[in-house]
């Protein structure tokens, strides 16, 4: 029987249309939306990104496209940073079109992460720590098993007991078969399901994972740092800016006044201190005349300062002996307080 070939050329006329319909919506959703983010969806189950689909509605459009597609995407666009994103397009990836901030994007997909059961030879995303505590596991081949990787384990009122904490696994490194299956039996699922953003495109930048992986104290306390340096370096450098003006005014203010009263400028607010600091010249320089010369009143005025002057002295002496005197009694206190812990 014999049966019709099928007609090539048009079958390959619509797939290279599909293509290039493919790379025109590419390119009109990087125009439409200023962050553009990559995403790894490897070992993500159908019902979870169906679920982070609908959720990422919210926030922009989720789309999976052939890498050939968006690099020809790129290519074809007229942005050096967005053809950079090329090194990122690795491994099974889509792409995220929004008008969300890279960083919020970012918590919101780890956010959304599901955890899994652990398979031989997963990658730990994290450090793997078996928590000590009482299990539900009947006694068996299982407390040799734990003991073998290192587990502390044994039999208390017919149930294993985990006796302590236990990092079994680091992260990075590859889970073997005996330890899913150990993680497995104990309910422990250290896997993460969901999205993976590798990078994002904003404001002619790209924010890699290692950068978006930052909390959000931790940038406030550089924001912050950063600013501070940068007032200081303002400050010392006499640069006027709206947040260092008054902090260099009153600098500026405090440096004049302390000239005028070295050079003994007169002026509304140096007044008081020169006339302040001329008596006290002239009162240092009449101790030294003899009373005839100074006359009775003035000779009372300095006699009155001088003891004036030695009751301040006395007075601090002895606040310096109670000082003194009071931290000795404190010392002799803790010396005894020390002998008491030691000898019970």
């Not at 006499?238 to 007169?266: D, F, M, N």
């Amino acid at each position: 029987m014999l049966t019709q070939p099928p007609n090539w050329g048009t079958t390959m006329s619509a797939v290279r249309a599909q293509k290039v319909e493919e790379v025109e919506r590419i390119k009109s959703l990087v125009s439409q939306y200023p962050v553009i983010g990559i995403v790894r969806m490897e070992k993500t189950p159908a019902r979870p990104l169906q679920r982070m689909r609908r959720e990422l509605k919210k926030h922009g459009v989720l789309r999976m496209s052939k890498k050939s597609l968006v690099c020809r995407a790129f290519d074809e666009l007229d942005n050096e940073k967005i053809r950079e994103l090329k090194k990122y397009l690795d491994g099974q990836i889509a792409l995220i079109y929004t008008k969300t901030d890279p960083f919020k994007l970012y918590r919101f997909l780890q956010e959304n992460k599901q955890p899994a059961p652990a398979k031989p030879g997963d990658i730990a995303p994290k450090d793997i720590v078996i928590p000590a505590g009482e299990t539900d596991i009947p006694p068996g081949p299982i407390v040799g098993q734990l003991q073998k990787i290192g587990v502390p384990a044994q039999i208390r009122r017919g149930k294993v007991v985990i006796l302590g904490d236990t990092k079994v696994l680091k992260k990075g490194e590859k889970i073997t078969n005996e330890l899913a299956k150990i993680l497995a039996r104990l309910g422990i699922e250290p896997m993460e399901i969901g999205l993976d953003l590798q990078a994002a495109f904003s404001d002619s930048t790209i924010f890699t994972r290692d950068v978006l992986d930052t909390s959000p104290e931790v940038v406030i306390t550089q924001l912050r740092d950063a600013y501070q340096s940068a007032i200081n370096l303002a400050t010392r450098i006499v640069y006027p800016t709206r947040q260092t003006i008054k902090h260099l005014l009153r600098k500026a203010y405090s440096s004049a006044q302390t000239l005028a009263l070295e050079c003994g400028i007169v002026t509304p607010e140096t007044i008081k201190p020169l006339l302040a600091k001329a008596y006290l010249h002239m009162v240092s320089l009449a101790t030294h005349l003899p009373r005839e010369i100074l006359g009775e009143k003035l000779f009372g005025e300095i006699a009155g300062l001088r003891m004036g002057t030695a009751e301040k002295r006395m007075e601090t002496s002895v606040r310096e002996e109670k000082k003194e005197e009071k931290k000795k009694k404190e010392e002799e206190a803790d010396a005894m307080a020390g002998l008491g812990a030691l000898f019970g």
